[in-house]
């Protein structure tokens, strides 16, 4: 998730265009940087990056995703799952 804020963020040299679906117009509910999962056709497809880290990062609330500093954010997280009582595969 720290990557994916990166790059959502411009902290990285990635595109976040060229890497994650965006939606056609904001009219998103839960947040204002959701992204869509594209269809894969492959089941390689399924292990990219891009694919794996869109369920978590819309399942994120708007605090999180909205925070000003890369520590800030690592910090909300830490306390969203903590409430959620998020666990790895």
Request: one cysteine or more.
């Amino acid at each position: 998730m720290i990557h994916v804020f990166k790059i959502m963020n411009g902290m990285d040299r990635l595109d976040p265009y060229n890497i994650f679906i965006f939606p056609p117009n904001n009219n998103t509910r839960s947040q204002s940087n959701k992204v869509f999962k594209g269809r894969c056709r492959l089941d390689l497809w399924r292990s990219v990056f891009s694919q794996r880290t869109v369920h978590d990062w819309n399942s994120l609330s708007e605090r999180v995703i909205s925070s000003a500093s890369l520590n800030s954010f690592k910090s909300n997280l830490d306390k969203f799952w903590k409430g959620e009582r998020y666990r790895l595969p």
